[in-house]
């Protein structure tokens, strides 16, 4: 395992961090960092204050703070940010700090804490802390438990966090609008007993859904229903970092939702099971195995399971459109009908980027390199080591490797796969294995 000093190191060394805040300033209100990068950061563990195992924040990060007396003091400033979703594609959002999601706020259960929040938004903004339990007038309900924070000002929260758990923190001012434009982050608080559902690797992400329409790149912020890009952290598929796991560690991942609608989300290779929603823990004897757990709208689900089985597996939205990109919803069905290729080419005139489907199916896509609108992404890419993996959005792959360093969340790259582990073509001239044998003795006859 790592040493605390050498985790700190690593972590506090963000290459793209800036500071905003005039020095007048600092005195009172902590600096705010600043994160333009979507690669996933190192985690933060803490520089003081009780031990705990700090998560990661997929192709996201953790708000540095500092203390000040007893108190643990965070800086959010809300405003206008770039991002990209994947290679080939960045939209104008708004977030935290430079990215959406807002980096992921860590503390520990009693903690005291004082969240400054600045408001570089074109208008007002509140924070509220989802799932929290805190005084009323902390509840950053706009209008209902405080005045909204207009544009250039900065509002304070300060309570305790109570309860461990997962948490997240939006806003709840023109909320549609806000977070149709990316404004969300985590929240997790630690055990103060570090032994307490402690796990070798913690994972977090959260769900948003978007309309960017082809070489447009701001979201239609009154979509209710037609969305084209199901991402995580606002990443899409193959944007979506691998997540890195040393085969025996114990796992969590905490999949928060705050799109329009609920992510079965599925695992290959392993179960697992749920262990905690924004409202705590869940206790042992209540708790079943899942290969797939739904996380309903304004949810977190946080799953557990030991990493037994080396390999890359997928986790995956099981919503087959959500593992979509930039998804064309007038695409016909085509199977089983034979196309001219001149009509394709004429309708292609008349109509710039008409892509019937194939007439087998669609795979073909995924290998197409059509040349498409500007700022967009193709509906499905990505690139095994066989083939093209023909997915998008809410995918991505736990890999699982023996002997990996406890802090190493580097890309390990593809699985080696033992000889003769992989399915084949029957006449390949490698195939192997035993003949199947047939069963004589237990033949079912028709009635
Ligand atoms: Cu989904």
């Known amino acids: 395992m790592m040493s605390r000093r050498s985790l700190l190191k690593s972590a506090w060394a963000y290459a793209s961090v800036t500071a905003i805040g005039g020095r007048a300033q600092a005195a009172t209100i902590p600096e705010a960092p600043r994160m333009t990068s979507a690669a996933t950061q190192s985690p933060s563990p803490p520089g003081s204050g009780p031990d705990y195992r700090p998560v990661v ?46 980096p992921t706020i860590e503390t520990v259960e009693g903690d005291k804490v004082r969240i400054f929040v600045t408001n ?6 509140a924070v509220h802390w989802h799932g929290m339990i805190l005084p009323a007038g902390m509840d950053g309900v706009g209008g209902v438990t405080q005045p909204h924070i207009p544009p250039g000002k900065t509002f304070v929260y300060e309570f305790e966090t109570k309860e461990s758990g997962s948490f997240m923190y939006h806003p709840h001012s023109d909320e549609m609008v806000q977070m149709a434009m990316g404004m969300m982050g985590m929240f997790v608080v630690h055990p103060r007993d570090p032994a307490f559902m402690r ?11 978007y309309r960017i329409d082809p070489g447009t790149s701001l979201p239609q912020v009154s979509e209710m ?74 949810v977190i ?35 089983g009908v ?14 710039p980027g008409y892509m019937p489907m194939g007439q087998s199916g669609m795979a073909d896509m995924g290998e197409m390199a059509m040349p498409g609108p500007a700022n967009t992404l193709p509906m499905m890419s990505g690139q095994g080591q066989f083939g093209p993996a023909e997915m998008g959005g809410m995918f991505s792959l736990i890999k699982i490797r023996e002997g990996l360093a406890a802090n190493d969340y580097r890309d390990p790259g593809q699985y080696d796969y033992p000889e003769g582990t992989v399915a084949h073509d029957v006449d390949d001239a490698k ?17």
């Not at 405003?79 to 935290?96: D, N």
């Not at 944007?239 to 705050?258: E, F, K, S, T, W």
């Not at 034979?338 to 109509?351: D, F, S, T």
Request: glycine share 8%; with cysteine; hydrophobic share 35%.
């Open 225 to 298: 229903t037609d969305f084209n890009i199901w991402a995580w952290n606002s990443r899409v598929f193959p944007g979506i970092d691998p997540m890195a796991i040393g085969r025996g560690d114990r796992v969590r991942l905490r999949m928060a939702n705050l799109s329009m609608t609920n992510h079965p989300i599925h695992m290959h290779g392993h179960h697992f099971k749920v262990t905690g929603t924004d409202g705590g823990w869940i206790p042992e004897a209540a708790r079943w195995p899942e290969s797939t757990s739904d996380v309903p709208v304004g």
């Open 301 to 335: 689900r946080a799953i557990e399971f030991v990493a037994e089985h080396p390999g890359d597996w997928p986790i995956h939205c099981h919503k087959s459109h959500h593992t979509m990109n930039a998804m064309g919803h007038s695409v016909q069905n085509f199977i």
């Open 431 to 447: 195939a192997s294995g035993p003949a199947p044998e047939r069963n004589h003795q237990h033949k079912h006859r028709l009635p």
């Open 338 to 351: 034979k196309q001219k290729r001149e009509l394709v080419k004429a309708i292609g005139r008349l109509a």
């Open 199 to 209: 796990v070798d690797r913690d994972f977090v992400f959260m769900m948003s859904a």
């Open 57 to 102: 924040t997929l192709n996201g990060w953790s708000l540095p703070w500092r203390m000040n007396g007893d108190w643990k003091e965070f800086h959010l400033v809300a405003e206008p940010v770039l991002r990209e979703f994947s290679p080939g594609m960045k939209a104008h959002l708004w977030g935290y700090n430079g990215t959406s999601p807002g």
């Open 120 to 125: 570089r938004l074109p208008e007002h903004t």
